[in-house]
């Protein structure tokens, strides 16, 4: 009986911690695995001593606060992600991106990644660009400097600069504590299929209840891996953009109006040949289909005067 209760009890946790939002689910998991996993130890342990008194403790209890334990205080775990802008010509504006690239290639894939490149100059004498790294977050503030420094010896001009940071330390936190709860979860599942003991039915809402926690458990070593990745490598946006006039001028708007009336001139001019193909032929036999009937009636019209 003991056996049967102690499986019940752990798949009704198992099942409860799916069924329940991610806050209470990690509560109740916690509380319900540490009483199982500890109450039979706990009753075989004798408590442990009490610490001694210390010095001075009876004069108002002042000691009291001083002998209680320093609580160490963690460093926030911050993900930066840096901006910024370059002003150059239009044709230095790919050999700048590349330089900028070929130094992060040049730092390792340990320090620096490139995570996307683009370019794009077409029209008239406007050109853009932009470029995305991943860069070790005790290098990125240093190799940004670089960035400038590269761009200011092509003759460029920095236009913009930002620094934006993501506090994760609480995320990341939660994170690890749910992921600790879920293990010890699945482990006192694990060890009660090992066991086989218990109806058949219990053994398969335990085997259900395993394949949950695991599912949970991949879940939160994803989000926790992702978390830390942005904390360790810092994001670094590069924008690239030419001396002329760039998109979203007053001018703009009317450029791109006056290059498209060609194509809607074009448009509307297929639309009436087209239009012209299909009605030509209808209106030339409705006309004769028109003319038949107006002759048929004229004849008609005819024999009927010539019997009065």
Same mark, same amino acid.
């Given at each position: 009986?003991?056996?049967? *209760?102690?499986? $019940? &009890?752990?798949?009704?946790?198992?099942? @409860?911690?799916?069924?329940?939002?991610?806050?209470?689910?990690?509560?109740?998991?916690? +509380?319900?695995?540490?009483?199982?996993?500890?109450?039979?130890?706990?009753?075989?342990?004798?408590?442990?001593?009490?610490?001694?008194?210390?010095?001075?403790?009876?004069?108002?209890?002042?000691?009291?606060?001083?002998? $209680?334990?320093?609580?160490?205080?963690?460093?926030?775990?911050?993900?930066?992600? =840096?901006?910024?802008?370059?002003?150059?010509?239009?044709?230095?504006?790919?050999?700048?991106?590349?330089?900028?690239?070929?130094?992060?290639?040049?730092?390792?894939? &340990?320090?620096?990644?490139?995570?996307?490149?683009?370019?794009?100059?077409?029209?008239?004498?406007?050109? =853009?660009?932009?470029?995305?790294?991943?860069?070790?977050?005790?290098?990125?503030?240093?190799?940004? *400097?670089?960035?400038?420094?590269?761009?200011?010896?092509?003759?460029?001009?920095?236009?913009?600069?930002?620094?934006?940071?993501?506090?994760?330390?609480?995320?990341?936190?939660?994170?690890?504590?749910?992921?600790?709860?879920?293990?010890?979860?699945?482990?006192?599942?694990?060890?009660? $299929?090992?066991? *086989?003991?218990?109806?058949?039915?219990?053994?398969?809402?335990?085997? *259900?209840?395993?394949?949950?926690?695991?599912?949970?458990?991949?879940? +939160?070593?994803?989000? $926790?891996?992702?978390?830390?990745?942005?904390?360790?490598?810092? %994001?670094?946006?590069?924008? =690239?953009?030419?001396?002329? @006039?760039?998109?979203?001028? #007053? #001018?703009?708007?009317?450029?791109?109006?006056?290059?498209?009336?060609?194509?809607?001139?074009?448009?509307?001019?297929?639309?009436?040949?087209?239009?012209?193909?299909?009605?030509?032929?209808?209106?030339?036999?409705? #006309?004769?289909?028109?003319?038949?009937?107006? %002759?048929?009636?004229?004849?008609?019209?005819?024999?009927?005067?010539?019997?009065?």
């Amino acid at each position: 009986m003991s056996a049967s *209760r102690s499986i $019940l &009890l752990v798949t009704s946790a198992a099942l @409860a911690l799916a069924a329940c939002s991610e806050s209470s689910s990690y509560e109740t998991a916690e +509380a319900i695995t540490t009483a199982d996993v500890t109450e039979e130890a706990a009753m075989d342990i004798e408590p442990p001593p009490p610490p001694p008194a210390a010095p001075g403790a009876d004069e108002g209890g002042a000691s009291e606060t001083s002998s $209680l334990p320093d609580i160490p205080a963690a460093a926030p775990k911050i993900a930066y992600v =840096y901006s910024y802008g370059f002003r150059v010509a239009r044709e230095d504006i790919a050999p700048l991106q590349e330089r900028h690239a070929d130094m992060c290639i040049k730092l390792g894939p &340990l320090t620096c990644q490139v995570r996307s490149l683009e370019q794009n100059g077409a029209e008239d004498d406007y050109g =853009y660009g932009r470029l995305e790294l991943s860069v070790a977050a005790d290098r990125a503030r240093e190799f940004g *400097r670089e960035l400038v420094a590269a761009a200011e010896s092509e003759g460029g001009d920095q236009v913009s600069s930002s620094i934006e940071g993501e506090d994760l330390s609480k995320q990341i936190v939660d994170t690890e504590a749910r992921l600790r709860s879920r293990e010890v979860l699945r482990d006192r599942l694990m060890e009660v $299929l090992q066991t *086989r003991k218990g109806s058949v039915q219990e053994l398969v809402e335990a085997e *259900r209840g395993v394949a949950q926690v695991n599912e949970e458990i991949d879940q +939160a070593r994803s989000w $926790l891996q992702e978390m830390r990745g942005r904390v360790a490598y810092s %994001r670094i946006t590069v924008n =690239y953009q030419s001396e002329g @006039a760039g998109p979203g001028g #007053f #001018f703009e708007p009317i450029r791109k109006a006056i290059g498209s009336i060609g194509p809607v001139a074009g448009n509307v001019i297929g639309g009436l040949i087209l239009l012209l193909t299909v009605l030509v032929p209808i209106g030339l036999v409705g #006309f004769g289909i028109w003319m038949l009937v107006k %002759r048929v009636r004229r004849r008609e019209d005819a024999a009927e005067t010539t019997g009065e």
